[in-house]
């Protein structure tokens, strides 16, 4: 799960190319509140432990609370410093790696993408990194058995029954559900649990260190700007003009 800035009130560092998350309260990515209700009714179903894992700043343990209150078991924050300036690749590692420290698992559900970075990357590099099979842009999960998970993809042209061996690593879509609103005594039960913070040397005996933050990317933002949408120009013609106008509009346009 990504603790996602509001995109209208963070605010970019351009001297290091990267967005300052501290500048903006995190909430939960919008398309990761699909992939925690994917998970917990998948707990509901058949059984099973949620875990949270999220790479941000230690002001995103509230994000993380979220997250426990509407239904995840346990979180873990990965936080350091050293995380700062991460790409996709970066980041990616970073989460596969602590995947990796958590031990067995059966299926990892992502969102499709983040509303800051809205790359869609994240997701199938982590299934890379681990060695593991993923299916991007699902719509229905429509069944988990104890060796294959079968779900509904959308590959643009048209949607998929996909079949993968678990361990899986799914991304979902917004089409897949419609997340629940934790209750209120959930709310209160989760901001007495236990948020789990690791740093870069809790991960030290599960990667390399000098593969994260900026180091460790493979891209560095070295411009960003407002792509401002030009607004429509109108044209203004006076009596009998109007429609010898129009035809020489959509003549020179090429329309007829």
Request: with cysteine; glycine share 8%; proline share 4%.
């Amino acid at each position: 799960m990504k603790p996602a800035p509001d995109v209208e009130k963070v605010r970019f560092d351009v001297r290091r190319g990267i967005v300052d998350r501290s500048s903006a309260k995190l909430e939960i990515n919008p398309f990761d509140l699909h992939a925690i209700e994917a998970a917990v009714r998948i707990k509901e179903s058949v059984g099973g432990i949620v875990t949270v894992i999220s790479m941000a700043p230690p002001h995103a343990e509230p994000a993380l609370r979220d997250a426990l209150a509407r239904g995840a078991d346990r979180a873990i924050l990965l936080s350091d410093r050293r995380f700062a300036g991460s790409d996709t690749l970066a980041t990616s590692y970073t989460l596969a790696s602590a995947i990796k420290k958590l031990g067995e698992f059966d299926l990892i559900i992502c969102g499709e993408k983040s509303v800051d970075g809205d790359t869609g990357q994240v997701g199938p590099e982590v299934a890379e990194f681990l060695g593991i099979p993923h299916v991007s842009y699902v719509t229905e999960i429509k069944e988990v058995g104890s060796e294959s998970v079968t779900v509904v993809s959308d590959f643009g042209v048209a949607y998929y029954s996909v079949r993968a061996e678990l361990p899986a690593l799914l991304s979902v879509t917004k089409e897949v559900n419609v997340p629940r609103k934790p209750k209120f005594k959930d709310l209160m039960k989760a901001r007495k649990a236990e948020i789990e913070v690791w740093s870069a040397d809790d991960l030290k005996n599960v990667l390399d260190l000098n593969r994260l933050g900026l180091e460790g990317s493979a891209t560095r933002v070295v411009k960003a700007y407002y792509a401002l949408e030009k607004g429509r120009e109108g044209i203004k013609v006076k009596g009998n003009e109007g429609i010898r106008k129009i035809i020489e509009l959509l003549s020179s346009s090429g329309v007829i």
